[in-house]
């Protein structure tokens, strides 16, 4: 589990305007993608823009509450390495300006 939180965490915030902290227990990352508000006008259209490119994510704003302030998106890292791999080097492609 660590370590593979830590590769998706490093493959994160190593991809220019994303960042996301070390989760303590979960198994999923909350992004921040606020650098990109200027390229889509919430953070539900660049959920559906990194599924267009194959990775499915949860916008942080369909969560409510305190994450409702929170512009970005959630990713599971649930899924084996080959399946993260290939999701963070898409995340990455489709974010490239």
Same mark, same amino acid.
């Given at each position: 589990?660590?370590?593979?939180?830590?590769r998706?965490?490093?493959?994160?915030? $190593?991809?220019?305007g994303?960042?996301?902290?070390?989760?303590?227990? $979960?198994f999923?990352?909350?992004?921040?993608?606020s650098?990109f508000r200027?390229r889509?006008?919430?953070d539900?259209?660049?959920?559906?823009?990194? +599924?267009?490119?194959g990775? @499915?994510?949860?916008?942080?704003?369909?969560?409510?509450?305190?994450?409702?302030?929170f512009?970005?998106f959630?990713i599971s890292? @649930?899924?084996?390495?080959a399946?993260?791999?290939? $999701? +963070?080097?898409r995340i990455a492609k489709a974010?490239? +300006?």
């Amino acid at each position: 589990f660590r370590v593979r939180r830590d590769r998706v965490v490093a493959a994160i915030n $190593a991809i220019p305007g994303l960042a996301t902290p070390v989760p303590d227990g $979960a198994f999923y990352c909350m992004v921040d993608a606020s650098a990109f508000r200027s390229r889509f006008n919430s953070d539900e259209a660049l959920a559906l823009h990194l +599924l267009e490119h194959g990775v @499915a994510v949860v916008a942080a704003s369909a969560f409510g509450g305190k994450v409702a302030d929170f512009w970005g998106f959630r990713i599971s890292f @649930a899924a084996d390495d080959a399946r993260l791999d290939a $999701a +963070l080097d898409r995340i990455a492609k489709a974010l490239i +300006l």
